[in-house]
């Protein structure tokens, strides 16, 4: 009976993509503070009292209704801990309090990636010029170190690069603006790097053409990525709780004693949640890019085209297909003199056949 209760209350809740792990960081934060409270550590002028934090035999029953409103309260905190996590991915669109702080983060993230980027092809640069010439042993020593200090330099650069989306091929908007598809937040840069570089690589737009891929993704990489995606938003939404914990703590700050190193504690631990969310962020973009690398091919198949022969063939094929697909009549960039006046047929009007425009290798094209 408690059995059947459970699996109802699970399938109300989310059916099987929900677990404990998902309502963790809310529980997590109401227990800490609920706890931090009964053990009275904000009353600077009281010791701190961990018998009453401990229940007793005869507390058995207020344990057991103090976990199940712990529970409780993760479940009801699920909703705003999930709009937080919006927030740290970079979706500071209105009505975001931060999206007046949108633009300025975005051009800091600009920045950091092009500095980056100047740095690797300036140690190339440097690397390209040395000539070793006649020297001394102590001159090669001096030589060796300052090229691994360049290495280990040129290693972070290209880290730092390697975690955020390129510009190259978009348009520009009126008055000269660039597009980007920076995001205001690292968390949301790496994963719309590994958004981008899925399909772009082919000549497909990722979001629109996965929907349709998805049904013919094989089981396992199915499964991983699901693994994948809760293990991101259970480490984002943790970084997020240790965040709130932090600000909770705050004030003991004043006890002066060893109490007060637990707001430094949650918030030291709310980064590394954060970190990590960043390494699975970008494991995760591996394997949305192994979808498109071994079932890109089921689309063309699936909607009854001849499969392309060439790359050029086939990048060629994907941008027919990604054009369809977004079902729009008309794509104007204004300012853009090539573009700004050549539409793109509705769907309804595209031709069901595709010859590829580009010839075989070792033709011409005639006949």
Known sequence: MFGDLVKSGVKAMGGASFGLFN?????????????LIRAHVYDLDRPVGLDDVIPHKSDASFALVFALA??????????????????????????????????AAIELHRRRRDNAAARVQLTEWERLRFEPGTSTLATLIAHERRMGRQARAEARDKQIRDGYPDDVGLSVLPRGLPVTDLMPTRLGNVLRRGERLAGERYGLDSM?????????????????????????????????????????????????????????????LSVLAYRGALVIAAYAGSLFGTVFDVH???????????????????????????SY????????????????????????????TWQPSVPPAGGDGSA
């Open 23 to 35: 309502v963790l960081p809310g529980t997590l934060v109401v227990t800490l503070t609920a706890l």
């Open 70 to 103: 712990a529970l409780i309260g993760g479940i009801l905190l699920r909703p705003f801990e999930r709009a937080l996590v919006q927030q740290i991915e970079g979706y500071w669109e209105p009505p975001s309090p931060l999206a007046r702080l949108r633009g």
């Open 208 to 268: 629109v053409v996965y929907p349709r891929i998805y049904p013919y993704v094989s089981e396992r990489l199915a499964g991983a990525m699901a693994r994948q995606l809760e293990l991101l938003t259970t480490t984002a939404s943790l970084a997020v709780s240790f965040g709130l914990l932090s600000l909770i703590t705050l004030p003991l700050l004043g006890r002066l004693d060893p109490w007060s190193l637990v707001p430094v504690a949650t918030a030291a």
């Open 296 to 322: 890109r091919f089921d689309l063309a198949a699936a909607l009854h085209y001849k499969l392309p022969e060439t790359a050029a063939e086939e990048r060629e094929l994907n941008q027919y297909l990604t």
């Open 325 to 352: 697909l977004r079902k729009t009549e008309r794509h104007t960039l204004a300012g853009d003199s090539k573009l700004g006046d050549k539409p793109f047929s509705h769907p309804s009007a595209v031709p069901p």
